[in-house]
């Protein structure tokens, strides 16, 4: 699997991510989004704590991923839902996210961020897809 990734000098860089990312492979791996709950369908972190959750998130984002036999390094896109993006909780949410990023082992990614009232899951304020590409 090859991955480029293009940040075009035309509009903004990115931060945390990349503009484009163009991957060759011959298995795509759609995770479903995943939230801050442990194997033991236990909470993570309280409806303030966006760090622990964002963590916890991806962290189960990325379980998903590499039980289809992908790598956190293969992930190619990810999207994130929170509730009350306001400044101070999105600083919060992207230590967390960059943690468990470094932590797996996973790199930039395409990213969408989107802003929601609400999840499925009580006190549950972040939710993460992933999409990988794997030879």
Do not use: C
């Not at 972190?45 to 039980?67: E, H, L, M, P």
């Not at 956190?72 to 999207?79: C, H, K, S």
């Not at 939710?127 to 990988?132: G, K, L, S, V």
Request: proline share 6%; aromatic share 4%; glycine share 10%.
């Amino acid at each position: 699997m090859t991955i480029q990734k293009i940040n075009p000098d035309t509009i903004a860089p990115p931060h945390g991510h990349a503009q484009v990312v163009v991957a060759t492979g011959s298995k795509l791996v759609f995770a479903s989004g995943q939230v801050a709950i442990a194997p033991d369908e236990k909470p993570v972190g309280d409806a303030t704590d966006y760090k622990a959750q964002g963590y916890k998130a991806v962290s189960n984002a990325y379980a998903a991923i590499t039980a289809s036999g992908a790598s956190p390094g293969e992930v190619v896109r990810m999207t994130v839902y929170v509730v009350d993006p306001t400044a101070e909780n999105l600083e919060s949410l992207y230590a967390g996210l960059g943690d468990a990023v470094r932590d797996a082992g996973g790199r930039t990614t395409a990213m969408t961020l989107v802003g929601i009232t609400g999840l499925s899951e009580p006190g549950r304020v972040v939710e993460i897809e992933m999409t990988a590409v794997t030879d």
